[in-house]
C-alpha cells in the first residue's frame, strides 16, 4: 500500500509542477504579446487620406466583417437609394426584393452584381416570360464575384499593413525553464530508490517515467505557450479609429432618430457601425435577411 501512495504521491507532485510552470510561461507570453501589441500601436503612423482611400468594402473587411455582413451594407444603400424593394410591402412575413428604379452612378461592382441578381428575371434573360417576375429573398442572393472582390481587398489589406497572416505567433517568446518540474523531477529520485529497496519494480519504473517526464518540461526546446497575434495590426486599428472619429455623426447609437441616413452614407455607417444601421433604414431588411426555420408540425405516423 506505502509503494501505490510513494507512486500516487509523485505523480500529483508532477502534475502540479507542470500547472506551476505552464502558469508562469503563460503569464511571460501574455507579458510578451501586450508588449508586442502595446508596440505596434504606438508605432503606428496613419495618412490622413487612407481612410477616404480605403473606402466602406475594406473599412468592413478590417472591421472583421465577413462577406454575409458587408452584403448588408450593399442592400443598405441599394434600399437607400430606391434601386431595391420588397415586392410585398403591406403584408408580413418573409418577402422577396427587386431592383427598381436607376442603379446609383457610382456603384462598384459588388453593388452592380446584387442589384443584376435582384432583376426581375425577364429582363436578366428575355426568354423568360414576365410571370416569372417574383424577386429574390436576401438569403438568396448572391454577388457572383463577392468572394473575389473580398479577396481582393484583403490582400490588399495585408500588402499595406494593415492586417496580417491569422495564426501569426508572437516573435521572441522568452524560454523559461521550469523550476517547479525541476523540483518535481529530483522528488522523483528518492521515490524510484525507495520503490527498488522494496522490490516494486514495475512501480518504480512508472514513477522512473514520471520524473523523466518532469525532467523534459524542465527544459523545453521551443515556446511552450504560444500567443497569436490579432489579426489587424496596429495600423489597422489606427485606421479604424480615425474612421470612427472621422464620421461619429453616422453611429446610431448617437444620432437622432429623426435624421434619416443618406444613401452615401450607408455603406460608410454599416460598415464601421455594423447591421444596427439596417433598422434605421429600413427594419424589414434584417426582418428578411435570415432563411427562416422550417416549421415541423406532427402528423399521423410522426
Not at 5 to 24: E, Q, R, S
Not at 31 to 51: G, K, M, W
Not at 177 to 196: E, F, K, N, Q
Not at 279 to 293: K, S
Request: glycine share 8%; with cysteine.
Amino acid at each position: 500500500m506505502t509503494d501505490w501512495l510513494i507512486l500516487a504521491g509523485c505523480f500529483v507532485i508532477a502534475f502540479t509542477a507542470w500547472l506551476l510552470d505552464d502558469k508562469v510561461r503563460g503569464a511571460a507570453a501574455d507579458a510578451c504579446l501586450a508588449a508586442f501589441v502595446a508596440e505596434d500601436r504606438n508605432s503606428a503612423v496613419v495618412e490622413p487620406h487612407v481612410v477616404e482611400r480605403l473606402g466602406p468594402l475594406a473599412l468592413g473587411v478590417l472591421n472583421g466583417q465577413d462577406h454575409w455582413a458587408v452584403q448588408q451594407g450593399v442592400v443598405a444603400r441599394l434600399v437607400a437609394a430606391g434601386a431595391l424593394h420588397r415586392t410585398s410591402p403591406d403584408r408580413s412575413g418573409q418577402k422577396r426584393w427587386m431592383s427598381g428604379g436607376r442603379l446609383p452612378e457610382d456603384a462598384d461592382d459588388f453593388e452592380r452584381e446584387l442589384w443584376t441578381e435582384a432583376l426581375p428575371p425577364h429582363v436578366r434573360d428575355p426568354a423568360r416570360s414576365p410571370g416569372q417576375s417574383r424577386g429574390e429573398y436576401l438569403w438568396e442572393m448572391r454577388a457572383p464575384n463577392a468572394w473575389r472582390q473580398m479577396g481582393a481587398v484583403e490582400s490588399r489589406l495585408a500588402r499595406e499593413g494593415f492586417t496580417r497572416p491569422r495564426f501569426e505567433t508572437v516573435p521572441g517568446l522568452p524560454l523559461l525553464w521550469g523550476r517547479w518540474s525541476a523540483i518535481a523531477a529530483a522528488a522523483a529520485v528518492p521515490a524510484v530508490t525507495v520503490l527498488l529497496l522494496d522490490h516494486a519494480w514495475v512501480r518504480a519504473g512508472l514513477a522512473f517515467v514520471i520524473g523523466a517526464m518532469a525532467l523534459r518540461k524542465v527544459f523545453p526546446d521551443g515556446p511552450t505557450m504560444p500567443r497569436h497575434l490579432p489579426t489587424v495590426t496596429g495600423k489597422g486599428e489606427a485606421v479604424l479609429r480615425t474612421a470612427r472619429e472621422r464620421h461619429a455623426e453616422l453611429d446610431p447609437a448617437t444620432r437622432p432618430a429623426t435624421e434619416p441616413y443618406d444613401q452615401g452614407q450607408v455603406r460608410m455607417a454599416v460598415a464601421l457601425f455594423g447591421s444596427a444601421v439596417l433598422y434605421r433604414v429600413d427594419d424589414r431588411i434584417m426582418a428578411d435577411w435570415f432563411r427562416p426555420e422550417p416549421e415541423f408540425v406532427d402528423g399521423p405516423g410522426d
